[in-house]
């Protein structure tokens, strides 16, 4: 049942050993990223609700590590 | 430096089960190849029996319920089976390294009972359609030797495990990492999808198991899973080795069944030397319990999650009254932040941090406001890392917060306890190279 709720969502993740704290997403995607004090990031939620799905999908872009993705989430959930 | 063995000096029958140590607590010697042959015999070929669709060792794990005993608890028969489905030729990887400082018992198997480990990585390896496999030692280790040593004792078998030496760090002996290095030659672990059974080494599915798991695997392929099920409880079934260290009348290594009060393996090591106050579970990286209210908290992964927190690596380290509990974690954790792999920044600065607030608030150095930045941080932290460690290293520091609570008003009013009283919590190094607290 929640597999199935889940089938088609997209969802940030972050690859922390990617990342490298240029902090372009909090600046892109504030509603669902914000810093830590060492400027890494903090993900508010996992689930792209459908109105943010455009700056999601361009802070996914402009991270300079790849370290920030967006992806749909398996039909397992 | 020579390595330095903690071991029961008895283990009385009415202990309970004794199965891993069983060689030692008959004749006190390591068994060598002659001996463990004269006591075990061959190990057997389980047989697939009618009607049964499924490997027939991983069937026989399967219902003997083992779990993994490198302190996740994972069910090993699941682990087996997702191997053995893997894609490809898979590889088989024994986890000797023990590399939390406070636990021997790895060390204690590997010494002892050399030949039930080297019996369990090649019926593992026949389980699940492995040719390769390998036994990770940390570089350095005494062990390495007496490894090589006791499989050159055996018989030419076409499985028999390569020693393979990594580098001797806290992280680098996490699955990921072993995998890693494997692969790429880095001791430093990964991204935990896909997992090691799925994708490990040259992209092989792998079976990363801890050594006393490979080993109880071998007891369970002689004597079964009724046996195997015969002490522990239903869902934490068999025995367990365990570290007792602290301040006990007789540190070591003991065996005990799951399910006990974990007042039981504080007696089997001779009982507290001095009053108690806390045990640190779980090895170095693990979580603080009140004493005497832990006395009573059945020793299984459940029962310790039902309570709030986890069992980890069985491993209980005694912190008597008169230690300063506070100063006592903020020298694990100056030690867990200094073995971060450096490659999330939460645990790249964030374990500094913590660790740097925990010794401003032992030394009288910090305020009510610092206490409550700490608290932040410890908030801030877990689950943003690759691996486990900056998760277990702010438990260990948040379970500090709590089960030392009393101690806190002091220390913020300029009345710490003095620089000398920290508590020694690591074992004697396994090895020079190792680095403690």
Known sequence: MKGSRRRNENQLRIDPISCHAHGLCADLLPEMVTLDEWGYPILLGEAVPAPLLQHARRAAAACPSLALRLTRAEPTG | ?437
Not at chain 2, 59 to 76: H, I, K, N, S, W
Not at chain 2, 298 to 308: F, I, K, S, V
Not at chain 2, 380 to 388: E, F, K, N, S
Request: hydrophobic share 40%; aromatic share 4%.
């Open chain 2, 1 to 437: 430096m020579t390595h330095t063995l903690a071991l029961p000096p008895e283990h009385p029958a009415s202990a309970g089960p004794v199965r891993l140590l069983s060689g030692w607590a008959r004749t006190r010697q390591p068994a060598d190849w002659v001996e463990h042959s004269a006591s075990y015999g061959p190990p057997p070929v389980p047989r697939r029996t009618r009607g049964q669709g499924d490997e027939p060792l991983i069937a026989l794990v399967d219902q003997a319920g083992l779990r993994g005993r490198g302190g996740a608890a994972f069910p090993t028969a699941r682990k087996l089976a997702e191997v053995r489905s893997g894609r490809g030729r898979a590889v088989v990887l024994a986890n000797g390294c023990e590399g939390d400082p406070g636990s021997n018992k790895d060390h204690a198997l590997l010494t002892l009972a050399p030949h039930l480990v080297i019996d369990g990585i090649i019926l593992a390896a026949q389980a699940v359609g492995a040719r390769e496999t390998m036994l990770c030692l940390h570089r350095g280790d005494p062990l390495v030797d007496s490894m090589r040593a006791a499989i050159a004792e055996r018989p030419n078998e076409p499985l028999l495990p390569t020693v393979v030496e990594v580098p001797a760090r806290y992280v680098s002996s996490a699955d990921t990492a072993l995998v890693n290095f494997l692969t790429n030659g880095t001791a430093k672990p990964t991204q935990r999808s896909p997992r090691p059974s799925q994708r490990g080494v040259r992209g092989r599915p792998t079976l990363v198991d801890n050594v006393e798991t490979l080993a109880h695997i071998a007891l369970i392929a002689r004597y079964g899973p009724e046996w195997f099920r015969a002490c522990g409880t239903a869902t934490s079934p068999g025995s367990t080795l365990i570290t007792v260290g602290g301040a006990v009348r007789l540190p070591g290594v003991y065996e005990i069944e799951f399910g006990v009060p974990l007042g039981h393996p504080l007696r089997l090591a001779g009982g507290p030397a001095r009053l108690l106050q806390a045990v640190l579970i779980g090895g170095l990286a693990g979580r603080w319990l009140p004493m005497p209210a832990a006395h009573e908290l059945p020793l299984t992964e459940e029962d310790c999650r039902a309570a709030g927190g986890r069992m980890g690596i069985a491993a209980v380290t005694a912190l008597p009254a008169g230690a300063c509990g506070l100063h006592t974690t903020a020298r694990a954790l100056r030690y867990l932040a200094e073995e971060s792999a450096g490659q999330c920044g939460p645990c790249m600065f964030g374990l500094p941090a913590i660790a740097d607030d925990m010794t401003d608030l032992a030394t009288g150095a910090a305020a009510s406001e610092d206490l409550a930045r700490l608290r932040r941080r410890l908030g801030v932290i877990p689950g943003r890392g690759a691996c486990a460690h900056p998760d277990a290293t702010v438990s260990l520091a948040a379970t500090a917060l709590d089960v030392f609570t009393d101690d806190l008003p002091a220390h913020l009013s300029g009345h710490p306890c003095p620089p000398g009283s920290a508590f020694p919590l690591a074992l004697s190094p396994h090895h020079p190279d190792a680095r403690h607290p």
